[in-house]
C-alpha cells in the first residue's frame, strides 16, 4: 500500500535562508509524486509533480524537488525563502492506474524577518 | 475562469440534519473526488469517481453518500449529520491516472453543532 511521510509538521526559517521541507513515501510500484501547496483558507495548488521523466523537477515560485528512489524521499527545497513562502505543504503520492493520491499530515512553514 | 467550483463555502448543520455538498469542474476531467480536511491528519479521500458512471469508496466513507450526476458535477450528501463531521471538504479533478495532478476547489468549511 502506497503511504507518505512528512518529517516535522512545523518548520521555520528566517527570510533568505534555505527550505528544506522532508517527504518520505512508499509505493509497491514506481509512483507519482506530488507537492501541493496552501494558503490560509485556500483550497491546494499543484506546486510540482514527478512523473517519472527527469528526478530533479522545478516547480513554481522557485521550488524545486528531487527524486530519489534508493531514499524513497521527494524532498521539497528553496534556495532562499520568501515572506510569501508561509503556507502549508502537502507531500502526495500516487499509483499510476490507482486514480487515488494519498496525502501527507502536512507542513507548516513559517518565514521569519 | 476554468477550475472546480464548490457550493457552498461555509455551512452550519445540527446534529441529524442532511446536506448536500455540491462540485462542478469546466476542464473535462474525467476522475473526481471528495477529500476532507482536518487539523494533523492531512486530507483523506471519502469518495471518489474514476469516471463517469463509477464511484468508489476512499479512506473514510462512513456517514457519506456521493452522486456522480455526470462528467462535470460529482456531489457529496451527509444524510443524518454528526458533530464528528465538522471539517473542511474539498472536491478534486483530474484527467484519467492521475498524472496531471489534481485541481482542487476552495473547499467547503462545515461545523456541525
Known amino acids: 500500500a502506497q503511504s507518505v511521510t512528512q518529517l516535522g509538521s512545523h518548520v521555520s526559517v528566517s527570510e533568505g535562508a534555505l527550505v528544506l521541507l522532508r517527504c518520505n513515501y512508499s509505493?509497491?510500484?514506481?509512483?507519482?509524486l506530488f507537492w501541493y501547496v496552501q494558503y490560509p483558507n485556500q483550497g491546494l495548488q499543484l506546486l510540482l509533480k514527478?512523473?517519472?521523466?527527469?528526478?530533479l523537477v522545478k516547480g513554481i515560485n522557485g521550488f524545486e524537488a528531487e527524486f530519489k528512489k534508493s531514499e524513497t524521499s521527494f524532498h521539497l527545497t528553496k534556495p532562499s525563502a520568501h515572506m510569501s513562502d508561509a503556507a502549508e505543504y502537502f507531500c502526495?503520492?500516487?499509483?499510476?492506474?490507482?486514480?487515488?493520491?494519498?496525502f501527507g499530515t502536512g507542513t507548516r512553514l513559517k518565514v521569519l524577518a | 475562469n476554468a477550475g472546480v467550483t464548490q457550493t457552498p463555502k461555509f455551512q452550519v448543520l445540527k446534529t441529524g440534519q442532511s446536506m448536500t455538498l455540491q462540485c462542478a469542474q469546466d476542464?473535462?476531467?474525467?476522475?473526481m473526488y471528495w477529500y476532507r480536511q482536518d487539523p494533523g491528519m492531512g486530507l483523506r479521500l471519502i469518495y471518489y469517481?474514476?469516471?463517469?458512471?463509477?464511484?468508489d469508496k476512499g479512506e473514510v466513507p462512513n456517514g457519506y453518500n456521493v452522486s456522480r450526476l455526470n462528467k462535470r458535477e460529482f456531489s457529496l450528501r451527509l444524510e443524518s449529520a454528526a458533530p464528528s463531521q465538522t471539517s473542511v471538504y474539498f472536491c478534486?479533478?483530474?484527467?484519467?491516472?492521475?498524472?496531471?495532478?489534481?485541481?482542487f476547489g476552495s473547499g467547503t468549511r462545515l461545523t456541525v453543532v
Open positions: 509505493s509497491s510500484v514506481p509512483p507519482y
Open positions: 478534486a479533478s483530474t484527467w484519467t491516472g492521475g498524472v496531471d495532478g489534481y485541481t
Open positions: 469517481s474514476a469516471s463517469e458512471g463509477t464511484t
Open positions: 502526495a503520492v500516487s499509483e499510476p492506474g490507482t486514480y487515488k493520491y494519498i
Open positions: 514527478y512523473t517519472s521523466a527527469a528526478t
Open positions: 476542464m473535462n476531467h474525467n476522475s
